[in-house]
Antibody, heavy 119, light 108 residues
Framework: EVQLEQSGGEVKKPGESLKISCKTS????????IAWVRQMPGKGLEWMGI????????RYSPSLQGQVSMSVDKSISTAYLHWRSLKASDTAIYFC????????????WGQGTLVTVSS | SSQLTQDPAVSVALGQTVRLTCQGD??????ANWYQQKPGQAPVLVLF???IRPSGIPDRFSGSRSGNTASLTISGAQAEDEADYYC???????????FGGGTKLTVL
């Protein structure tokens, strides 16, 4: 059974760094892209970027380029989303999702991680 | 520009048929995928590619495409179909992905 298990909610201050995780199981981690999707409070889904665990190739949304980074640890089948310096506007729920067969759609999703940035 | 446009809100009477639409230039090249999201939950893929339903999705969900517009049709809407629905596809470059703004479906 394919599963994506995300790390727990975080409360951080502006300027702090953060790394959240997405631990996968039930499939070959290195064969499928992992996307990160943001959902700001009361708003819709926003694609942030995508990483291929096989070679760590990444693509970022032009609107978020440089604000976040994505990485993987193949040894533990886990993808990460990093911030160097959080802003209050980063407050959102962050989902990881697997890009499925043939790269057509996001077929499995994590449960989401709520990140709250407040002074 | 690369974007997908959805109606913000649609309502349907219980048991009736409703069509949700998604417009965008990228849909001339790529099929739309559709996700259902209920409050406090992660999105769930309900339709992808050329009208393909993942395992467990009822056959009352179907899709179509014409020009730059994709549609998700729910035939005989049920109370449990009340949710936000998002369309999604690659942009025209193929390198990045887009989501529509979402449609809030109310089942009356």
């Amino acid at each position: 059974e394919v599963q994506l298990e995300q790390s727990g909610g975080e409360v951080k201050k502006p300027g702090e760094s953060l790394k959240i995780s997405c631990k996968t199981s039930g499939y070959t981690f290195t064969s499928y892209w992992i996307a990160w999707v943001r959902q700001m409070p009361g708003k819709g889904l926003e694609w942030m970027g995508i990483v291929f665990p096989g070679d760590s190739d990444t693509r970022y949304s032009p609107s978020l380029q440089g604000q976040v980074s994505m990485s993987v640890d193949k040894s533990i089948s886990t993808a990460y989303l990093h911030w160097r310096s959080l802003k209050a506007s980063d407050t959102a729920i962050y989902f990881c999702a697997r890009q499925g067969d043939y790269g057509v759609a996001f077929d499995y999703w994590g449960q989401g991680t709520l990140v709250t940035v407040s002074s | 520009s690369s974007q997908l446009t959805q109606d913000p809100a649609v309502s349907v009477a219980l048991g009736q048929t409703v069509r949700l639409t998604c417009q965008g230039d990228s849909l001339r090249s790529y099929y739309a995928n559709w996700y259902q999201q209920k409050p406090g939950q992660a999105p769930v893929l309900v339709l992808f590619g050329k009208n393909i339903r993942p395992s467990g999705i009822p056959d009352r969900f179907s899709g179509s495409r014409s020009g730059n517009t994709a549609s998700l049709t729910i035939s005989g809407a049920q109370a449990e179909d009340e949710a936000d629905y998002y369309c999604n596809s690659r942009d025209t470059s193929g390198d990045i992905w887009l989501f529509g703004g979402g449609t809030k479906l109310t089942v009356l």
